[in-house]
Each structure stands twice: as C-alpha cells, then as structure tokens.
C-alpha cells in the first residue's frame, strides 16, 4: 500500500487497503472497518461501485470470526447481490458462499447452508482451486452426517496439503474439531483444535484463536499456544523474506520479488533468524511447514 501512495497509483493503492483491511479483520483489529470505509470511498469517487461488494464479503469474514453469523449473512448475501447485478467480480475471489454456509450452520438453518454448500461445490469445480474446493469440502464437512465427516474433512484436509493456505487449513482444523466435539468424540476432537490453535496464535488471528480455546476448555484440555508465536514478532518485510526464502527461493530471488537489494535481504534475514532461534534456512523452512500443517498432514494421513 505504502508502495502504491508513493508512486501515485491511486487504484492500486485502494486495492492493498482492501487486502490490509482482510488482514486485519482476520485478526480481528478495529482498524479493519475503517480501512474498509476508506477503500469503498475512494472507489466510489471514481465510479467503481462495483468494489463495494469485495468490501461487503470482508465485513462479512470479519463478523464471522466475530460470532456474529447474522450480521455475516446480512454483509455476504448483499454482496453476492451486488455480484449479480453488476458483474464486477467474479465470486470466487471472495469465498462468499463457504462463509455463508458456516454462517447459516451456526444460525441453525441447514436449508440455507445446503443451498449456498451446492453453489460454493460448483464454483469450486470451475475454478479447479485447491483452496476453493478444500473451502467447499469443510462446507460438506459441516453438514455431514456422523457417519460421512471423517471422510469430507479427511478429503479437505487433504486438498489443503496442495495449497499453503496455513489460515485456511486451521479453520477447517477447527471446524472439524467443533464437529466432533458435538457429535461426542472430544478426545479425537483436541489434536485437530490444538493444531488450529497452533496456527491461529502464531498468525495474531486472535478471534479464531478464541473459538479455539472454548472449543478446548469444553473438551476439559486447559489452552495454552506458545508455539511460534515469535512469527509476530517479525516485521511485514521480514515475513515476506521468510515465506520466500522457507519456499526455497534464494536471496537473489527474494531481492528480485520484493524490490530489495540482496544485501537488504540479508539483513532481514539475519534477523529473522535470530528471533525465531533458528540457524539454516533448512531450519527455517521446517519450521514455517511446521505452521502451515504440511508436516500435520502426514501424520494425520
């Protein structure tokens, strides 16, 4: 964003606050709202009414983790409208329809969950995205019966394991541990929880990391998350050098994407390495697959 405003590409600029302000409302920040007035302002400005339904799915997100499930339906379904009249977007950029399908499931209205579950599946299936479909999967998951939620969760998970999405997999971590919680099963609902919870806490994603707890204390496991929580202690920039450089990149080729020079690079890795306590890149990456749940998806396999 700060990039954008520099170089006065106004639109540019607009569409980072737009993804700051997902951030923020996944980690439940009160800025979030703000930035999304900001954002539908300035597009408004110049006629791009259309946006507003990427704003409208974000306040959407952000009072589903909340636990507000009207107020999310109230945001998603005008946005999904708004979709339809004007064009604008393509839906499956917003997830709009797996979020109204958890929304509707913890609204107790199956009906409406069952018809935005069949959508989410077909739009899914069109845009041949792992994530999109492992969304659509702990969707089924939801409404599964007892005997069929071990397997839609087992085949979302496992679509997760092909898209490193560490957020995407902890909610459907958590997901299937509420699940079954509720049919019964607590002890084999605390490994999936604990995992989410693991993830939530290291990503600051505080009301997710809340629903994880409850979900916990319920099981009657006292909650407790220090694992990697040093990830926030690293600046914006040196998060980027560590999902690049844990991705295998080199640091020429992380100078190259983010418009750094090596030496830059260096220096910021240098301090990452000295925050997370680690000593070689192969540490490192182990440790950012640790987060993103590739090593939990062998074990669980």
């Known amino acids: 964003m700060a990039l954008a405003q520099e170089t006065h590409q106004v639109t540019a600029a607009d569409y980072a606050l737009l993804m700051l302000a997902t951030v923020e409302a996944g980690q439940g920040r009160p800025d979030a709202r703000r930035h999304l007035e900001m954002a539908t302002a300035s597009f408004g400005r110049r006629g791009a009414h259309g ?3 990427w704003a409208l799915g974000i306040s959407g997100f952000l009072e589903q983790g909340a636990g507000h499930p009207e107020e999310a339906v109230r945001h998603l379904e005008r946005a999904e409208a708004l979709m339809a009249e004007t064009g604008s977007l393509h839906p499956a950029i917003l997830s709009t329809a797996p979020e109204l399908v958890e929304a509707y499931v913890r609204m107790g209205d199956p009906v409406s969950a069952t018809r935005w579950f069949t959508t989410a599946t077909q739009r899914a299936r069109q845009s041949e995205n792992a994530t999109a479909m492992a969304q659509a999967l702990r969707c089924g998951g939801l409404l599964a019966s007892p005997d069929d939620v071990d397997a839609a969760f087992g085949e979302a998970l496992a679509c997760h394991s092909r898209s490193p999405r560490p957020f995407e997999r902890a909610r459907t971590e958590l997901c299937y541990g509420e699940r079954l919680r509720r049919d019964k099963r607590p002890g084999e609902a605390v490994p999936y929880l604990e995992a989410a919870g693991a993830t939530f806490s290291a990503l600051g994603a505080d009301p997710w990391l ?14 407790s998350h220090p694992v990697d929580a040093s990830l926030r202690s690293l600046t914006a920039q040196e998060l980027q050098v560590t999902l690049r450089v844990a991705g295998g ?3 020429r080729e992380v100078a190259a994407a983010l418009f750094l020079s090596p030496r830059t690079v260096e220096s910021h890795l240098a301090s990452v390495f000295r925050k997370l306590e ?6 490192l990456a182990k440790r950012i697959a640790l987060i993103s749940g ?3 998806s062998g074990r669980e396999e």
């Open 249 to 251: 990149a080199t640091n």
């Open 294 to 296: 590739e090593a939990r």
């Open 278 to 283: 680690v000593r070689t890149r192969a540490e």
């Open 51 to 53: 946006i507003e339904s």
């Open 210 to 223: 809340g629903r994880c707890d409850r979900e916990l204390r319920a099981c009657g496991v006292t909650t």
